[in-house]
């Protein structure tokens, strides 16, 4: 079993061997999966992030389905995640980590988001448990959601992996979803 320092070392070296064109494609199969969900169709409000380079890309998809749904994007504020409503590309900003995110008042109702996509290093396809950067910013961002949200983890294929240690507090989801799905 690998520790998640070991884990997250072998994901990140993994990632970066993927070319850009490598990204685009799964980042596009991914979220065409999501959007064949039973789940997401029949989401109104959905959280989803903002993505980095080495995540799956989220920009087209906020983009598009906020005209349609309500899309909520995290903010880092401190230790601690709030959350925004996407209101186009005007209304982003740079924040912590250099991550674009909405500008304006937070959401503090979380019971309406009905589906969250969510980011992760690593995720164990088997037991839907995720491995994240290491500041713990989405296991504290769980305990706030509703039980009745549906957690979808997304990632590329390189960052499937069955055997990384886990804690109590590490969130969970109910669906991993790849270019493969």
Same mark, same amino acid.
């Given at each position: 079993?690998?520790?998640?320092k070991e884990?997250?070392?072998?994901?990140r070296?993994?990632?970066?061997?993927?070319?850009?064109?490598?990204?685009? !494609?799964e980042?596009e199969? !991914?979220?065409?999966a999501?959007?064949?969900?039973?789940?997401?169709?029949?989401?109104?409000?959905?959280?989803?992030?903002?993505s980095?380079?080495d995540?799956?890309?989220?920009?087209?998809f906020?983009?598009?389905?906020?005209?349609h749904?309500r899309?909520?994007?995290?903010?880092?504020?401190g230790?601690d995640?709030e959350?925004?409503?996407?209101?186009?590309?005007?209304?982003?900003?740079?924040?912590?980590?250099?991550?674009?995110?909405?500008?304006?008042k937070?959401?503090?109702?979380?019971?309406?988001?009905?589906?969250?996509?969510i980011?992760?290093?690593?995720?164990?396809?088997?037991?839907?448990?995720r491995?994240g950067?290491?500041?713990?910013y989405?296991?504290?961002?769980?305990? !706030?959601?509703?039980?009745?949200?549906?957690n979808?983890?997304?990632?590329?294929?390189a960052?499937?992996?069955a055997?990384?240690? !886990?804690?109590?507090w590490?969130?969970?989801?109910?669906?991993?979803?790849?270019?493969?799905?």
């Amino acid at each position: 079993m690998l520790s998640k320092k070991e884990c997250r070392s072998a994901i990140r070296t993994r990632v970066k061997a993927m070319s850009e064109c490598e990204k685009k !494609t799964e980042s596009e199969k !991914t979220m065409q999966a999501v959007e064949q969900l039973e789940e997401f169709k029949a989401a109104k409000t959905i959280l989803a992030y903002w993505s980095l380079p080495d995540e799956i890309c989220t920009h087209q998809f906020v983009e598009k389905w906020s005209k349609h749904k309500r899309v909520l994007l995290p903010v880092v504020v401190g230790d601690d995640l709030e959350i925004r409503e996407y209101k186009g590309r005007e209304s982003m900003a740079e924040g912590a980590f250099g991550i674009l995110e909405p500008q304006g008042k937070a959401v503090t109702d979380l019971s309406s988001i009905d589906l969250s996509i969510i980011p992760g290093m690593a995720f164990n396809p088997t037991t839907g448990a995720r491995l994240g950067r290491g500041k713990g910013y989405y296991d504290r961002l769980s305990v !706030t959601l509703s039980p009745h949200t549906y957690n979808v983890g997304v990632c590329f294929n390189a960052q499937i992996c069955a055997d990384f240690k !886990t804690d109590e507090w590490d969130m969970m989801v109910a669906k991993i979803i790849t270019a493969n799905e």
